[in-house]
């Protein structure tokens, strides 16, 4: 599958954005996904993940309440709407796909099988 992230841009703090991740192919739905985030000069973290159905979601303990991730299996796409941003919150952000292949947790990078290009997402205070 090819993922094809967008969305991202220069917002103020406080200010909004809406990450969307389209993916190609007809099996969308099978796949859990994610989005994670890599600051300059940081490590990659995870963000949020959904499950196939989208029942689940999971969130890092410091963008809970603030950002949501939703999917629309019909479109193909998954969606990040990130509220109240942060300057902390710049970063390239990049959806993640993973097959089922499993053995991992969902907050774990090895978990996921393809990525996104990035989006960059800059909140200036």
């Known amino acids: 599958v090819q993922l094809q992230a967008s969305g991202g841009g220069l917002v103020q703090a406080g200010g909004s954005l809406r990450l969307s991740c389209a993916a190609s192919?007809?099996?969308?739905?099978?796949?859990?996904m994610a989005w994670f985030r890599q600051a300059p000069g940081k490590e990659r973290e995870f963000v949020a993940a959904i499950t196939r159905s989208g029942g689940t979601t999971y969130y890092a303990d410091s963008v809970k309440g603030r950002l949501t991730i939703s999917r629309d299996n019909a479109k193909n796409t998954v969606y990040l709407q990130m509220n109240n941003l942060k300057p902390e919150d710049t970063a390239v952000y990049y959806c993640a796909a993973d097959r089922g292949s499993g053995g991992y947790p969902p907050q774990t990078a090895n978990r996921y099988d393809y990525w996104g290009q990035g989006t960059q997402v800059t909140v200036s205070s």
């Open positions: 192919g007809r099996t969308f739905s099978y796949y859990t």
